[in-house]
């Protein structure tokens, strides 16, 4: 409504904000906030063999280095360009939400800024002076404290961010005082830092036994001796993945009364919830069981299991991510504004005047006869394209297909007039239609329009920016 709407018509603009942060959040777990610690202890462990003149450090030294390398390639690249790709992205897609979170979190997004451009900085320094680090003693402990600042930054970024993911979950008491510490204590901040937190370590762990078997093929002893180090590693943080998981876990259920108005639809969340449950301890279960098995028998352990247990710590994280955003819907800011961009106090107003009266970015701002195609293409692009396209991902014309012709007969505009008022109660996914009833009729013309002609309609990055006649009015007037 207040800004000129990015749509991809094939794709979907939820499959590109998933993708991205998708990968972001599992590079950024696996090789900064829990991988990191480990290179810096790897490294520390080099030191310490120096210290009492074992002819090991250099073996640990050069795996820690071997170790920081292939972090430092991934993260630098992959992981830097997603990390701002999911900015770009999200602001693009979601603009109106990312300036409600900026206006509530003004400073902490400040803050990240300043946390992030650190952790670059430490990287940068403990990749670029490792070589040097080993000329004396002095400069290795420096060193060592260089990496200590890099894990305690890649955190720090991380313990930011959840704070603002925790609060567009359940906003808790923050509409009574409205300051940025409410909004850092909302009830899902802790139970997902604390998840978190392990969770990053365990994985970090696993993926460096994984490279474990890459970087030391041939030396069999040395080899079973740093398995044994990061099974003991895995092995102390997987009971806390446990405990806060289950913290997490039973925090959810609170929020879901509060956003599901009803019961009925409560089913597909009620069995992602029960496989999380059943994923978490089979996860844990088998988690503890291989550490334990490698710690005691490191050699026998085969290649392609280190393997296994990355994806397992992948799949874990990616099922709370999951029903993160199954949670979170129909709001992208619980209680403040829904995922369509609009804001909850607006509903009134709005579905008595009409969106395209108050949208600065339409081409038409009422729907009449002669226009009612040009109405509900923008009616569509403002109430439903965040989520569903045309004709591609998640297409609204399938969508109305599969509830009102299964044989693809042409679509029932009746039935579509009843049903999309109340659209938000069978699907609570979805937010309730927030127009009036023209635009209503618009919309359903246009759907049913557009159901056997494959036109794709894509946003404004390519059919150009219309602003709403009335607002070029009030500019001129100006
Ligand atoms: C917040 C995202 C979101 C918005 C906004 C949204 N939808 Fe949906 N809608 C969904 C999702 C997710 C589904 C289910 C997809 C699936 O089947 O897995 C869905 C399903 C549907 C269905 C099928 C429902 C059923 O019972 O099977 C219809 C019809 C539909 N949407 C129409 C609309 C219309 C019309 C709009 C705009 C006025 C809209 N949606 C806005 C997310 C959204």
Known sequence: MDFPIFHLDFFGNRLLIAVIATIHVLINHSLAVGFLPVVTLIEYRGYKCRLIGL????????????????????TTSVGALTGVGIWFS?????????????????????VEWIVFMLEVIFIMI???????????????????????????????????????????????????????????????????????????????GAVAFSLTFFYLKNDVDFKSKVLKNLSFWMFIWTPHVL?????????????????IPVAVATQQFQDWYDTLLYFLLAAVFVSMMFTVFAAFKPKRIPPFTAVLLVIITFLTLGMFERIREFVRKPYVIENYMYSNQIRVNEYEMLGKQGILLHSTYTEIPAVTQESILIAGKNVFDITCSRCHTNNGVNSVVRKFEVLFSPNKEPLDKERMKDYIPVMDKGRYYMPPFPGNREEIDALVEYI??????????PGAQVNGINVSPLHLNERKDN
């Open 243 to 259: 405990i806060a998981g289950l913290f997490y876990y039973f925090q959810i259920p609170e929020l879901m009364k509060l956003n």
């Open 90 to 110: 999200a602001a693009l897609i979601s603009p109106a939400a990312i300036g409600s979170l900026i206006r509530v979190f003004f400073f902490a997004w400040f």
């Open 448 to 457: 049913c329009y557009i159901q056997f002609k494959n036109v794709y309609s």
């Open 55 to 74: 002819s090991e450090l250099e073996k640990w030294d050069e795996l820690a280095y071997k170790f920081l390398y292939f972090a430092f390639v991934v």
């Open 126 to 204: 403990y990749f670029l002076t490792w070589k040097k680090s080993n000329e004396n003693l002095q400069k290795k402990k420096n060193h060592i404290r260089a990496g200590l600042a890099l894990s305690i930054f890649s955190w720090l970024t991380m313990a930011i961010i959840v704070g603002i993911l925790g609060f567009m979950m359940n906003s808790g008491n923050w509409f009574e005082s409205q300051s940025l510490i409410n909004g850092f204590t909302n009830p899902m901040y802790l139970p997902q830092l604390a998840f978190r937190t392990p969770m990053a370590f365990v994985m970090g």
